[in-house]
């Protein structure tokens, strides 16, 4: 038995809205929370005891999407619009990524997501077994798919043969750590054939999908004129939102495309940085709570972000939507809390409870210290991770159990070494 009683520490648990214990508990054994409540709770003995004081506890947060090997492009293509920035910058130099660059790449993104507090990550990339190779040695929770591009000469057919590799070789791995999901790209990119097809290899395989999804004005004319119907039409009739399917971004809706998206239980992964540094636009967050859309927030890769701080989306989510509704009470901070933990676990599909601090929850939890003088004093703790803290006021963090960064330390990687590679691997990247 491994048991261990947090105390002393403010506590969060995003169960529930507006709740939080002062000085609160958490335990877990064995990878699960077993308990969590105010005071010390009932100590056992033979408990190990971590004091909290000072800290503020809370589940880890879910980055809902993103591309974590595209670490290594971070600023490498800036202030573009969308299609000129994949078509003219990044695809050209993916073409030439190797599956050693990306295992780099992708641990680079580990090393700064583990230090943001993030313990689950979305990601639709190539040369998958590298990333899940990356994410079993990081510890994290991954939910990993091929990201598979239909318009080529062979239609997609190679990546979503590889895409039934992976998933043969990693769905459910690391006692249940990583997920395979498949990711056809977008519908600009995958013709109605191919979205057919993922979807039926989704329901044979037993996974779920992730997808671009009405990202920008330009994909919703030009699907409008080579197909007379918006992406989200073009997604439904290909059957896909029969599957578990989270759509990321959803910026331009029609009320008809929220209607059929509730209606199938689609799942959204809203990235307002990526949104916002595209010029994409600004999804309809309120209009998709209100109607009982399930969304979580994402990064996107660090070439559209340029960080991967998920307390950044939590507040981005938190202010964009106040401002341009001009409504000071579009997404209160209880609200971006909970997108980032809870709902985003539930974007991913992930089982019941994830993404909060509860008996029977996966263990995926951060301290945050709540000492610097940019957190005093302190009223709501709520209102002071969404509105004021830093992400790099994360000192620790748990996935499954076990500590990923103690003390701002690294328990499963190995720093120095990755950003050495990673050094290595760009020096070959024309500026
Ligand atoms: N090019 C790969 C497969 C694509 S993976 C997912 C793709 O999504 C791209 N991507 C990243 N962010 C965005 C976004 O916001 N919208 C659309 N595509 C994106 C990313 O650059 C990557 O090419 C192959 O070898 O087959
Ligand atoms: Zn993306």
Known sequence: MVRTRIIGGVVIPVTESGLWYENGHVVVEDGRIVAVGPGEGSP?????????AGKYVLPGFVNAHGHA???????YADDLPLMDWLQKKVWPIEDRLTGEDIYWGTMLALLEMIEGGITTFADMYFHMDRVAEAVAQAGVRGVLSRGIIGTGPDEGRGAIRESREFASRWHGAEGGRITVTLGPHAPYTCPPAVLRQVAEVSAELGVGIQIHLSETRSEVE?????????????CAEAGLFERPTVVAHAVHLTE?????MARFDVRVAHNPGSNLKLGSGVAPLPKLLQRGVVVGLGTDGAASNNNLDLLEEI?????IHKGVGEDPIAVDADT???LGTREG????FLEEGAGTLAPGAPADLIFMDGSGPHLLPLYNPISQVVYAAKSGDVTDVMCDGRWLLRDRQHQTLDRDKILFHVSRIVEGFTR
């Open 44 to 52: 056992v003995p033979g408990e190990a005891v971590v004091n909290a």
């Open 69 to 75: 090997a595209m670490a290594l492009l971070r600023g």
């Open 222 to 234: 030009q699907i409008a004129a080579s197909h007379g119907k918006s992406p989200v039409d073009v």
């Open 256 to 260: 008809a495309d929220i209607d059929l």
């Open 315 to 319: 507040r981005l989510a938190a202010l």
């Open 336 to 338: 971006a809390l909970a």
């Open 345 to 348: 676990a539930r974007a991913l």
